[in-house]
């Protein structure tokens, strides 16, 4: 259980029935975190205690965020006194192109099987550069699809993530920006 996220329990916890969605949602893992945020105020503070807590721990960690979020949270680790250039330098620490990510996961030519497949492989390859065994990933991506109206596509992200959190030693902090989903 994470010091960071001491609550980790409630995600196991069954919502009451009357609070239940019609919707067919993904079930959350214990090992799958999210917060809410709105700009300009990014949450880097908490987000780099998530990320520093498992680097600190000989655990890999990737973020795929926006390029200024990647630039603040590499500027906060720095300063946190983590050796961020040798943990990029032997890929325990990693900022992944966003854009790049969101590309691949929003080609409808793609199958949701070799999407998958990709974030598998991904995770695998993590964990080969941590020396605990243990990954962490940051991501912004379920937030940018939902600002450009692509909800089937973050609910297969969710639940492809879901999966693989149930399967491999890993952990997931997804950071929303608010707006996308209040104007929902």
Known sequence: ??????????????????????????????????????????????VCDYLAEGLNHGEAAVAVVIPEHAESITRQLRARGLQIDDMKADGRFACADVTEALTYLLDAKVSSREKHALSTRWVEDTLKRAPAKRCRFLGELVSLMVARGRLESAFELENSWNRLLSAFPAMLYCVYEQTPFQQL
Request: charged share 15%.
């Open 1 to 46: 259980r994470s010091t960071l996220f001491p609550y980790t329990t409630l995600f196991r916890s069954p919502m009451p029935e009357e609070f239940q969605s019609n919707v067919d949602l993904p079930t959350i893992s214990a090992h799958h975190f999210v917060s809410f945020y709105q700009q300009p105020h990014y949450p880097v503070e908490t």
